[in-house]
Antibody, heavy 123, light 111 residues
């Protein structure tokens, strides 16, 4: 059974940093690209970032570019999102999502989502 | 403003048919990228509903169907049930942005 379990969310002050993790199991982790998607309170889904299966290429939405860094450790089946210079508008539930392909630019669908972890940016 | 445009809300009575549109452009849906649909129930993670324009994953009832034409796509739900009340999102890839894009989401209310 495929499982994606996010952790690392919490309350942080504006300008602060936070590192999210996503622990995966039930599939060959190193074979698939992965994504982070967030949902702010009362808002829709917002695409945040993607990483290829080997971790060699990443992509970031303009709203987080230069502040967030996505990485993965294929030896530990874990995905990361390092978030810095956090703003109140970054407050959201962050989901880790699995692609069905190796390269996120293929436009393939995403078949599994984690339960999400809540990040709250507030003073 | 989402790259893919969906109506904010749709509604229908039990047993009826509703459709949700997803309008894109020549750099995403019109460029030939597939459209995928996700169902999002409150308190749960989004669930893949339709992939590659018109394919249902195992376990998704055949009351749900998708289509794509030109720069738009649609999700149709027939035989509406109370359990279908949820938010629905379309998703595709955009070559100009070099990343995936979502629609703004459509809230389905079963009357």
């Amino acid at each position: 059974e495929v499982q994606l379990v996010e952790s690392g969310g919490g309350l942080v002050q504006p300008g602060g940093s936070l590192r999210l993790s996503c622990s995966a199991s039930g599939f060959t982790f190193s074979s698939f690209s992965l994504h982070w998607v967030r949902q702010a309170p009362g808002k829709g889904l917002e695409y945040v970032s993607s990483i290829t299966s080997n971790g060699g290429t990443t992509y970031y939405a303009d709203s987080v570019k230069g502040r967030f860094t996505m990485s993965r450790d294929n030896s530990k089946n874990t995905l990361f999102l390092q978030m810095t210079s956090l703003r109140p508008e970054d407050t959201a539930v962050y989901y880790c999502v699995k692609d069905v392909g190796q390269y996120f630019w293929s436009g393939y669908h995403w078949d599994y989502w984690g339960q999400g972890t809540l990040v709250t940016v507030s003073s | 403003q989402s790259v893919l445009t969906q109506p904010p809300s749709v509604s229908g009575a039990p047993g009826q048919r509703v459709t949700i549109s997803c309008t894109g452009s020549s750099s995403n849906i019109g460029a030939g990228y597939d459209v995928h649909w996700y169902q999002h129930l409150p308190g749960t993670p989004p669930k893949l509903l339709i992939h590659d324009n018109n394919n249902r994953p195992s376990g998704v009832p055949d009351r749900f169907s998708g289509s794509k034409s030109g720069t738009s796509a649609s999700l149709a739900i027939t035989g509406l049930q109370a359990e279908d009340e949820a938010d629905y999102y379309c998703q595709s890839y955009d070559s100009s942005l070099s990343g995936s894009v979502f629609g703004g989401g459509t809230k389905l209310t079963v009357l």
